[in-house]
């Protein structure tokens, strides 16, 4: 029987494999790396490139919408003037005064037909009741309105609600309120004075009526 030698590796070829082996994991590594520096550099450059949006309060980018009370209120009363600017913001300062005070801005919106149809911001009477809700001079800058004009639109409604709350708290009844708020307690002062309070409940109503159609025809 011949026995067979086992060959083994010459001590020569050995170091010349490690070596190859290493030559190829560094070729692999530094592969890995310049690709990962690629793919790093094209995303900065796309972040450069594609700038970030500015985030702006929401004032800025979309104003202020008045509460639906008083932009109904508002469309109402466009009825009566032709400055619809007139119209909004005597509807919004009802609205504010109104919920300030806790009194019905309808209610307000029919003191306001009554002294002032016209809606002129500007009106004086014989007597010298100023602006749309017909304040005395004598009231100004005594109800922490801010302002002392009562031609101006916020500062007489300030005033006139804030007068009319007071003869709220004082009377037994609306009725009587408001002819106190007329100055017609004893039916002097003005002509058919006594009739003020009636014709503040028809505005009233009218108002009231006019805001059901609007938000029937919104859908509501």
Same mark, same amino acid.
């Given at each position: 029987?011949?026995?067979?030698?086992?060959?083994?590796?010459?001590?020569?070829?050995?170091?010349?494999?490690?070596?190859?082996?290493?030559?190829?994991?560094?070729?692999?590594?530094?592969?890995?790396?310049?690709?990962?520096?690629?793919?790093?550099?094209?995303?900065?450059?796309?972040?450069?490139?594609?700038?970030?949006?500015?985030?702006?309060?929401?004032?800025?980018?979309? %104003?202020?919408?008045?509460?639906?009370?008083?932009?109904?209120? #508002?469309?109402?009363? =466009? !009825?009566? @003037?032709? /400055?619809?600017?007139?119209?909004?913001?005597?509807?919004?300062?009802?609205?504010?005064?109104?919920?300030?005070?806790?009194?019905?801005?309808?209610?307000?919106?029919?003191?306001?037909?009554?002294?002032?149809?016209?809606?002129?911001?500007?009106?004086?009477?014989?007597?010298?009741?100023?602006?749309?809700?017909?304040?005395?001079?004598?009231?100004?800058?005594?109800?922490?309105?801010?302002?002392?004009?009562?031609?101006?639109?916020?500062?007489?409604?300030?005033?006139?609600?804030?007068?009319?709350?007071?003869?709220?708290?004082?009377? %037994?009844?609306?009725?009587?309120?408001?002819?106190?708020?007329? #100055?017609?307690?004893? =039916? !002097?002062? @003005?002509? /058919?004075?006594?009739?003020?309070?009636?014709?503040?409940?028809?505005?009233?109503?009218?108002?009231?009526?006019?805001?059901?159609?609007?938000?029937?025809?919104?859908?509501?």
């Amino acid at each position: 029987m011949i026995e067979r030698r086992r060959e083994t590796p010459s001590p020569s070829r050995a170091p010349r494999t490690r070596r190859a082996l290493k030559v190829v994991a560094h070729f692999v590594a530094l592969s890995l790396l310049l690709a990962a520096g690629t793919v790093w550099t094209l995303q900065h450059q796309q972040t450069l490139e594609r700038p970030k949006a500015l985030s702006l309060p929401v004032s800025l980018v979309e %104003p202020m919408k008045p509460t639906e009370e008083a932009f109904r209120i #508002g469309q109402f009363l =466009g !009825r009566y @003037t032709q /400055d619809r600017g007139v119209a909004f913001r005597v509807a919004d300062a009802l609205v504010n005064e109104g919920h300030k005070q806790n009194i019905s801005p309808e209610l307000l919106v029919g003191v306001v037909l009554t002294e002032d149809p016209e809606l002129n911001p500007n009106a004086r009477s014989h007597v010298g009741a100023r602006g749309l809700m017909q304040v005395m001079p004598f009231h100004g800058g005594k109800w922490g309105c801010g302002s002392k004009d009562l031609y101006n639109i916020e500062s007489n409604i300030c005033h006139g609600v804030k007068i009319l709350k007071q003869a709220i708290a004082e009377a %037994p009844n609306m009725r009587v309120a408001l002819l106190r708020y007329n #100055g017609c307690v004893r =039916g !002097r002062n @003005t002509p /058919d004075c006594h009739r003020y309070d009636d014709k503040v409940l028809r505005h009233l109503d009218k108002t009231q009526e006019a805001l059901r159609l609007l938000r029937t025809a919104e859908g509501e």
